[in-house]
Every structure is written in C-alpha cells, then in structure tokens.
C-alpha cells in the first residue's frame, strides 16, 4: 500500500480534480483508489499484464492481484478474455462500468447543486437555457469551481447576461469575466450596475473631449483664413 500511495504523491500519473474529490462515493480506500486511476491511465480495453503492473508500481503481483480481484468485486472493472488480430486469446481490462458509475456520481452532484436556485431555476438550467445546448460534464465541474471559489450565483448570473449581451456563448468568456470583476471587486449584481454607470460616464467624458477638440482644431483653421 505504502508503494501506491508514494506513486500517487509522486504524481506519476495523472488524477482528474473530480476523481479525487468523489473517490469515497465509490466505496474504495486509497490504495485502491490509486490502482484504479493507474489502471485508468492505460486507457480502456488494455492487455491485462500482472507481471508488468507489479513492476510500474513495485508491488507485489499477490497485492496486484488483490487489487484486481476487489475493483472487480466492486463493479469498477472487468478483466474478460478476447481474440486478438492475430487469433490468439489474450486477458483484456474493460473499464466501462467504471466510466458509467462516474458519470451517475457527477449527475447526482449536478441534481444536488440545481436544487439552489435562482429565480426558480438554477445556474445550471440558465445557463442551458441562454446556450440553447445542454451542458457537459467539464462545463459542470467548471460552474461548480466557480461556485466553491465564493463566486455567488448572482454574480454569475450577470457575467452571463455580459456575455449573451455580447453574442457570446461559452464558458471561457464567462471566466474571464467574473477573474476581471474579482480583480475590482465586483461580487454583487449591484456592483456590476454601479462598474457599468462609471464606466458608461467615462466613456461619455471621453467622446466630449473628442468632440472639444474637434471644434478647436475646426476653428483654428477657420481663423487663419
């Protein structure tokens, strides 16, 4: 166990934000946790080879075996035999119950954070809605970021209404958005409208200059006639 835990702090491989924070609703300690984002790693449909495995982690193949034999028990993976191109019968690991128990445990999280809402519907459904699209899973975990990094729901909700405002339609310009408002410290609707009248004032300033200087440079020509 201690071997795969180092691995995992070592980061020798890759573990998606969204794994980690829901391993538990998978019922698997870490150890297996860890195993389970190796085997994840690999892809799906891989040839399932102990004696390698054992070796990548410097495990014994009895623990790889253990491991294995529990993520199956679990119903996060299965090791089915299949022909080969050349016809040959080889071990494969399917990892396609594992994808499937994922995407229930994000659309649960996703039904749990809809049930906040905002003017009879939630971030999720408003922003579906201006999008005219259903949103996908990466969308999801980056409202939800947004959400756990205290922006409020009221506040995304303008940056929204800024971007369909200007005919944009994807999350990227939302995040810019609301980074610009965090850095002035814009965090309610009502700082928004009072950022957008000292910005419209200003720029009203600007254009009577434009205007000012115009008529100088007009009447200075006008006077040397």
């Known amino acids: 166990m201690d071997e795969l ?8 491989f890759s573990i998606p934000i969204y794994m980690l924070k829901n391993y538990k609703k998978l019922k698997l300690k870490i150890n297996e946790f860890v195993f389970l984002m190796y085997l994840y790693n690999k892809g799906n449909n891989f040839l399932f080879n102990p004696d390698k495995i054992s070796k990548s982690l410097n495990i014994d193949l009895t623990e790889v075996m253990g491991l294995i034999s529990v993520l199956t028990d679990k119903g996060l993976i299965r090791v089915d035999v299949i022909k080969n191109d050349k016809g040959y ?12 128990k994922l995407s229930l445990i994000i659309m649960d999280d996703v039904n749990v ?24 899973p990466i969308e999801i975990e980056i409202i ?16 929204l209404k800024e971007a369909t405002f200007n005919g944009v339609s994807n999350l990227r310009y939302i995040d810019k958005i609301l980074y610009e408002w965090s850095k002035k410290g814009i965090k309610t609707a009502k700082d928004v409208a009072e950022n957008r009248e000292k910005r419209n004032e200003s720029k ?5 200059k434009d205007i000012d200087l115009d008529t100088l440079e007009w009447n200075w020509f006008d006077g040397d006639e």
């Open 5 to 12: 835990v180092n691995i995992f702090k070592d980061g020798s």
């Open 89 to 100: 019968m080889e071990d494969v690991v399917i990892m396609d119950d594992f994808y499937k």
């Open 113 to 136: 954070s809809k049930s906040n809402e905002i003017d009879g519907s939630s971030i999720f459904d408003l922003i579906e809605k201006e999008f005219g699209r259903t949103l996908g």
């Open 144 to 159: 939800k970021g947004w959400l756990e990094n205290n922006f409020s729901e009221e506040l995304i909700k303008e940056a």
């Open 204 to 208: 009203s300033r600007d254009e009577e």
